[in-house]
């Protein structure tokens, strides 16, 4: 029932949207040229490989991310709507509207067994761990977020993390730091 729910919301979204996603898409073409996609390959249910889609935020050639982000990076990144081309990704199937969020290829070998549970469903545009402080959570933290989410998953809570989400937009701060493992 939740993929059904997902393919035909992100539908519904991306329809009622369109005109606005063209808009933004122009002003992400004017104000940092081609691409205007970010494509990079993500873990998702099961670990499998999928191609994650978000607006660009950041001018592409040398330097730190922090050079390459430009003001209106700044803008979608604070605001989400860097995020929405994930839409594609939850009518696709690769992702769901809430779940994990997908982190990047690299860390799969770096999980615990029990951080490798989140892999067990779909990921997510946003979660449990994004309601309750996003990059500013411990990795640690973030892990018994998601694995907390895998075992408790139901309707009423997917609504309540939607319906949080909305409210705490911009209170992810910095981006968070890689992922090195479980050492010591």
Avoid at 16 to 23: K, T
Wanted: net charge positive; aromatic share 12%; charged share 25%.
């Amino acid at each position: 029932m939740k993929r059904f729910l997902d393919a035909m919301f992100a539908c519904f979204l991306l329809v009622i949207l369109c005109p606005f996603l063209l808009c933004l898409m122009l002003v992400v073409g004017l104000g940092l040229g081609r691409p205007l996609f970010f494509r990079q390959r993500r873990p998702g249910k099961n670990g499998e490989i999928f191609e994650l889609l978000k607006f660009r935020t950041m001018r592409t050639g040398p330097g730190s991310d922090a050079e390459r982000m430009t003001r209106l990076g700044k803008f979608l990144r604070d605001s989400g709507l860097d995020e929405l081309p994930e839409l594609w990704n939850i009518l696709k199937g690769d992702m769901s509207f809430v779940g994990p969020r997908p982190l990047l290829v690299e860390y799969l070998p770096r999980y615990d067994p029990t951080q490798a549970r989140r892999h067990e469903v779909r990921p997510g545009l946003t979660g449990w761990a994004q309601i309750h402080g996003r990059n500013r959570l411990s990795w640690s933290e973030k892990f018994q977020m998601d694995v907390w989410y895998v075992d408790h998953a139901t309707f009423l809570l997917d609504m309540k993390i939607l319906l949080l989400t909305f409210s705490r937009l911009r209170s992810g701060g910095d981006p968070a730091e890689p992922f090195t493992g479980n050492a010591p």
